[in-house]
């Protein structure tokens, strides 16, 4: 993540997100891996068509691993 943020590797720090949200998913961590994975989804939306980043991708994988319940709001 540090080389990502550094070199602003946006494409890097989207797998970062991502991957880090499904191995919590993966340990059993379901409520941690879904909040990374919404970082991701929020981190897509804003960067849709950017680094090959697709946010219809990512919203369809989101649903189907999480049930459909899709919920936008950020945490402040």
């Given at each position: 993540m540090?080389?990502?943020l ?11 997100l991502?991957?880090k ?5 993966k ?15 929020h ?5 849709d068509g950017?680094?090959?980043i697709s ?5 369809k994988?989101?649903e ?6 899709l ?5 402040w």
């Amino acid at each position: 993540m540090k080389m990502a943020l550094d070199f602003h590797d946006m494409k890097a720090y989207s797998r970062y997100l991502h991957l880090k949200g499904w191995c919590l998913l993966k340990l059993g961590q379901r409520e941690e891996g879904e909040k990374w994975y919404k970082k991701f989804f929020h981190f897509a939306y804003a960067l849709d068509g950017y680094a090959a980043i697709s946010f219809e991708t990512v919203k369809k994988e989101y649903e189907e691993v999480f049930g459909g319940k899709l919920d936008l709001c950020l945490e402040w």
